[in-house]
């Protein structure tokens, strides 16, 4: 099972930042979509951002105007930024990458700890 290797995640204070990041291995699959989805303790997972190779991007309202997601085809992977956390914000978040033939791969998780 291929899996994708995420870093960047970690404890902060409200209104700060942070930038997880995303590899998949190329030997494995090219990622044509980088994806975030995010779950909080309780709750069911949910997306939070999406980009294609094409530069698109789409956001959860939630998100919008705080967080930035880029995909960077030279790594094979993808980053999001995330500005102006808020306590809400706290949860694992996990990376998706999708390839030509529209499987999904996922990452381990990473914890995001915003305090107030």
């Known amino acids: 099972q291929v899996q994708l290797v995420e870093s960047g995640g970690g404890l902060v204070q409200a209104g700060g930042s942070l930038r997880l990041s995303c590899i998949a291995p190329r030997s494995a699959f090219t990622a044509i979509q980088i994806g975030w989805y995010r779950q909080a303790p309780g709750k069911q997972r949910e997306w939070v951002a999406t980009?294609?190779?094409?530069?698109?991007?789409n956001y959860a309202d939630f998100v919008k105007g705080r967080f930035a997601i880029t995909m960077d085809s030279a790594k094979n992977g993808g980053d999001l930024q995330m500005n102006n956390l808020q306590p809400d914000d706290t949860a694992v978040y996990f990376c998706?990458?999708?390839?030509?033939?529209?499987?999904?791969?996922w990452g381990q998780g990473s914890q995001v700890t915003v305090s107030v």
């Open positions: 980009v294609g190779t094409g530069g698109r991007t």
């Open positions: 998706t990458a999708r390839d030509i033939y529209d499987r999904d791969y």
